[in-house]
Structure formats: C-alpha cells, structure tokens
C-alpha cells in the first residue's frame, strides 16, 4: 500500500494519536498506584483499627463465657487459648492461599473479605452463645463430679463458636505483609511496623472496651460499634482494591538456611506459649490484688500487648540490618524470661503490700 494511501503526511497522524490519548486520559479516572504513600497509610490505618477491634472481641467474649461457666480465671484461659489457636490456623490457612493471589489488588480485596466475615462472626458469637447455654446446663449436672471432663467440654465448646471469627482475624496479617513486602531487605521493617499498628490498636481497643464503652454503653452496643467498625473496613478495602493499578504479587523469597529456620520457628512457639502463660498468669495474680473481675483481664492485656507493640516497632529496623538474626532471637528470649520473672515477683510480693495498706486504711472505705 502506498504512502499517498495512508496520508501523505504521518506527522498529523501521529498528532492526533497522541491527541485522542490525552482526550481518553482526561476522560477516564487512572488507576491507583499500589505503591503510593496514601494507600500504605490508608491500608495500614485499616488495621491499627481492626487490631482494636479483635481485642474488644476478645474482653466480650470473656464476659459472656464467664456468665455461661460461671468462672472468671477459666473463661480468661479458654478464651486465650481458643483464641490464639484460632488466629494460629487462620495465620497457617492464609500462608497457603495467599502466593497463589494474581496481584496486589487481590490481596486487598482478600483482606476486605476477611474483615467483613469478622464483622458477621463478631455478630454472631452471642446468639451462638445464648443458644449453647441450654447445652451447657443439660452436660453441667453428670460432668459436675468429673473436673476435666466438665472443662474439656466447656473448652470445646468455646473452640466451636470461637475458632471461625478468630481464624479469619489470623488470616489478616500475613495476607497485608504479602501486601506490603515486596523485597527482603525491609521484610523486618514492614512485617514490624504492621504487627506493631496491630497490636497498637488492640491495646487503644482492649482498654477502651473494658473500662470506657462496656461499663457505660454495655456489651452489645460496644459490640455493634466495632462490627460496624469491620464493615467499613472491608467494603473501604474492596472499593480502593477496584482502583488499583494491575500489578503482580510480590515475588516468592526461598531461605537457604533452613535448619536455622526451624529453630527459629521452634523458639518462636515456645516463645508464644510461655507469653500466653504470663498472661494468664498474671490475670490471676492481679485479681488476688483488684479481684477477678474483667478489669484485672483489661489491665493486664492492656499492658502485655503495649509491650508486644513497642517491641514490635522499636526493633523492626534491626531485624533488618542485623547479621545475626537468631542470635537477637535468643538474646530477646533470654531478656524476656529474666523480665517474666521479675513482673512476677513484684506483682506476688506486692499482694501483702496492698493487704496491709487495706487493712490500716479500712476505716475509710464505705
């Protein structure tokens, strides 16, 4: 085909070329840059709120277990370790689904899921409660004479209505650090920073649940309010998901040093069961002091996951930089161990403090 065919000059061609794709880009709204300050302060504000919300969950389920099996220091330990197994699964479940996500976008959309599920869940944990009392009452009678029998049974009852809300609250952090680390030199730094906002957010939400918004709004508004919370949050992430700009998942990272990682990993169980021990240690201890009552659970999470956050976001930057890694792992360890200790002591030695300073001052008490 001949030039004279195609126009004899290309230039005006190229012109209008060019002009038709600034008139489309004028017209339609460009996608989001997956890597842009907003969207990480965005997503990241998501979680710090929805760490509040899991840990308001968490007090409320303690209160209405405790009016189920009537016993303060058990429904503080099956709620923890349901709980915890809980997040556990969903944490080992989400590691196997998330490498296979075709992009940013739907990491986003995922974790928008996940929170909405936790809002439903969230909403369903009392009704589910309410119907397994009955249950409870009929197995109370025969299981009373047989201990561990009445307590397996009032923990696998826990585990049945708790487990699917905190699996789906497990899944999220290692669907947003797939999110967020996109290369290994800063996966101390992101992985840090978001399990710090988390765990921020829980403290901000455990406390203002069980001295703020339980004691003044009671159990099932303060409940509606955070599940309204996890609604935002996930139809907020699915919307921004929409928006973004198609772009492939982070590539995998394979460790060469395996037999290292497996210790690594050993400790960091251990290390999970001896920090779900303390606090229910701990919870017992203080409720000697203030009673057992829900404000001594408040107090002491509140605490413990204060410690986890500042921990979290004060050595993330030297997880990175650090040559050796399982080295720090085991200093930190050993440190905490010797601070375990010494929390201990003070809080066991301080209960005949505060027994003989109650009894000279017990005239001013009403």
Same mark, same amino acid.
């Given at each position: 085909?001949?030039?004279?065919a195609?126009?004899d000059?290309?230039?005006?061609?190229a012109?209008?070329?060019?002009g038709?794709r600034v008139a489309t880009?004028?017209?339609?709204?460009?996608?989001a840059?997956?890597?842009s300050?907003?969207?990480?302060a965005? $997503?990241?504000?998501c979680?710090f709120?929805s760490?509040a919300? @899991?840990?308001v969950? =968490?007090?409320?389920?303690v209160?209405?277990i405790?009016?189920?099996?009537?016993?303060?220091?058990?429904?503080?330990a099956?709620?923890l370790s349901v709980f915890?197994?809980?997040?556990?699964l969903?944490s080992w479940?989400a590691?196997?689904?998330i490498?296979?996500q075709?992009?940013?976008?739907?990491?986003?959309?995922?974790?928008?899921?996940?929170?909405?599920?936790? @809002?439903?869940?969230a909403l369903a944990?009392?009704?589910?409660m309410?119907a397994?009392r009955?249950?409870?009452?009929?197995?109370?009678?025969?299981?009373?004479?047989h201990?561990w029998?009445h =307590?397996?049974?009032?923990?696998?009852?826990?585990?049945l $209505?708790l487990?699917p809300?905190?699996?789906?609250?497990?899944?999220t952090?290692?669907?947003?650090?797939r999110?967020?680390?996109?290369r290994?030199?800063?996966?101390?730094?992101?992985?840090?920073?978001?399990?710090g906002?988390?765990t921020?957010?829980?403290?901000? @939400?455990?406390a203002?649940?069980g001295?703020?918004?339980?004691?003044?709004?009671g159990?099932?508004?303060?409940l509606?309010?955070?599940?309204a919370?996890n609604?935002?949050?996930?139809?907020?992430?699915?919307?921004?998901?929409?928006?973004?700009?198609?772009e492939?998942a982070?590539?995998?990272?394979?460790?060469?040093?395996k037999?290292q990682?497996r210790?690594?990993?050993?400790?960091?169980?251990?290390?999970g069961?001896?920090?779900m021990?303390?606090?229910?240690?701990?919870?017992?201890?203080?409720?000697?002091i203030?009673?057992?009552?829900t404000?001594?659970f408040?107090?002491?999470v509140?605490?413990?996951i204060?410690?986890?956050?500042l921990?979290?976001?004060?050595?993330?930057?030297?997880a990175?930089h650090?040559t050796?890694v399982f080295t720090?792992?085991t200093?930190?360890q050993?440190a905490a161990?010797?601070a375990?200790?010494?929390?201990?002591?003070t809080?066991?030695?301080?209960q005949l403090f505060?027994?003989?300073l109650?009894?000279?001052? =017990?005239?001013?008490?009403?």
């Open positions: 085909m001949s030039n004279s195609l126009g000059n290309p230039r005006p061609s012109q209008t070329s060019r038709t880009t004028s017209k339609e709204k460009p996608p840059n997956a890597d300050p907003r969207l990480s965005f $997503v990241a504000a979680f709120l760490g919300a @899991g840990l969950y =968490q007090v409320i389920w209160r209405l405790e009016k189920v099996i009537g016993s303060a220091p058990f429904a503080v099956a709620v915890m197994a809980g997040l556990a969903g479940r590691g196997r689904v490498d296979r075709p992009g940013r976008a739907a990491l986003l959309a995922l974790y928008g899921k996940l929170e909405l599920g936790i @809002g439903v869940l944990v009392p009704v589910a309410a397994a009955p249950v409870y009452r009929a197995f109370y009678d025969p299981l009373l004479e201990f029998c =307590q397996a049974a009032a923990l696998a009852g826990c585990a $209505v487990i809300p905190a699996a789906l609250m497990g899944a952090l290692p669907v947003l650090c999110f967020y680390v996109r290994l030199d800063h996966l101390g730094r992101r992985t840090g920073w978001l399990y906002l988390n921020a957010g829980a403290a901000l @939400g455990v203002l649940c001295l703020v918004l339980i004691p003044h709004l159990v099932w508004p303060t509606g309010l955070f599940a919370l609604f935002l949050i996930g139809g907020a992430c699915l919307g921004v998901a929409r928006r973004l700009a198609a492939p982070p590539p995998k990272a394979r460790s060469q040093r037999g990682m210790w690594g990993l050993a400790i960091f169980a251990v290390s069961f001896c920090a021990a303390y606090e229910v240690l701990w919870t017992r201890l203080l409720g000697l203030a009673g057992p009552t404000y001594s408040t107090l002491v509140t605490t413990f204060i410690g986890l956050a921990g979290s976001l004060l050595l993330r930057r030297a990175d650090s050796a720090l792992l200093g930190s050993l161990a010797a375990a200790l010494l929390v201990s002591q809080l066991g030695n301080s505060f027994a003989k109650i009894y000279i001052h =017990q005239d001013r008490f009403s």
